[in-house]
Nanobody, 115 residues
Framework: QLQLVESGGGLVQPGGSLRLSCAAS????????IGWFRQAPGKEREGVSC????????NYADSVKGRFTISRDNAKNTVYLQMNNLKPEDTGVYYC????????WGQGTQVTVSS
């Protein structure tokens, strides 16, 4: 079965950190660009960050620049999103997406930033 599985979410206080993982099973991520998206309650899904298949290109939403870092380890078939200095407005369900002609989505992982 071809799927993406996100993990690493949880409850963290403002200023804290989390590292999300997006692992692929049933296919290799080597040729796929990967994006992280999030959806807060009552809001539309928005792009957070993306990385090219080689890892040579990355991009970030203005709201997370300087705080989030996307990376990939193709040997582990996994993409990561390191999130530092988290803010309450970062709360939401985080999804990863793999895109290479076809598109795969994970089921999401909840991130809650609250004191």
């Amino acid at each position: 079965q071809l799927q993406l599985v996100e993990s690493g979410g949880g409850l963290v206080q403002p200023g804290g950190s989390l590292r999300l993982s997006c692992a692929a099973s049933g296919f290799t991520l080597d040729y796929y660009a990967i994006g992280w998206f999030r959806q807060a309650p009552g809001k539309e899904r928005e792009g957070v960050s993306c990385i090219s298949s080689s890892g040579g290109y990355t991009n970030y939403a203005d709201s997370v620049k300087g705080r989030f870092t996307i990376s990939r380890d193709n040997a582990k078939n996994t993409v990561y999103l390191q999130m530092n200095n988290l803010k309450p407005e970062d709360t939401g369900v985080y999804y990863c997406n793999a895109e290479y002609g076809v598109s795969y989505w994970g089921q999401g992982t909840q991130v809650t930033v609250s004191s």
